[in-house]
């Protein structure tokens, strides 16, 4: 069975960094596309960023500059290094990996880990 597990969230100040693990199971990795997207207390789920099998990386515009996609294919792992953190950015973060198959796209999410910034 497919797993992500989320992991490095917690509390952190405005201005501090935070970054978050995912580590996959039960896929071949390096074939997935992974991302992190991420949920707040009355909005919708909304991407944060991906990063291709080729480590192509895509940010949301309000993250640009401050966060860091990356992979590990050698560990199952994505990581997500969050600088600059805001208030805005509290949310409960969340891991997807997927992949096209047959013109259907698969995907897995993980459990979420919560960020909250606050002083």
């Known amino acids: 069975q497919v797993q992500l597990v989320e992991s490095g969230g917690g509390l952190v100040q405005p201005g501090g960094s935070l970054r978050l693990s995912c580590v996959a199971s039960g896929i071949i990795f390096s074939t997935y596309v992974m991302g992190w997207y991420r949920q707040a207390p009355g909005k919708q789920r909304e991407l944060v960023a991906t990063i291709t099998t080729s480590a192509s990386t895509n940010y949301a515009e309000s993250v640009k500059g401050r966060f860091t996609i990356s992979r590990d294919n050698s560990r199952n792992t994505v990581f997500l290094q969050m600088n600059s953190l805001k208030a805005e950015d509290t949310a409960v973060y969340y891991c997807?990996?997927?992949?096209?198959?047959?013109?259907?796209?698969?995907?897995?999410w993980g459990q979420g880990t919560q960020v909250t910034v606050s002083s």
């Open positions: 997807n990996a997927r992949r096209t198959a047959g013109g259907v796209v698969l995907g897995s």
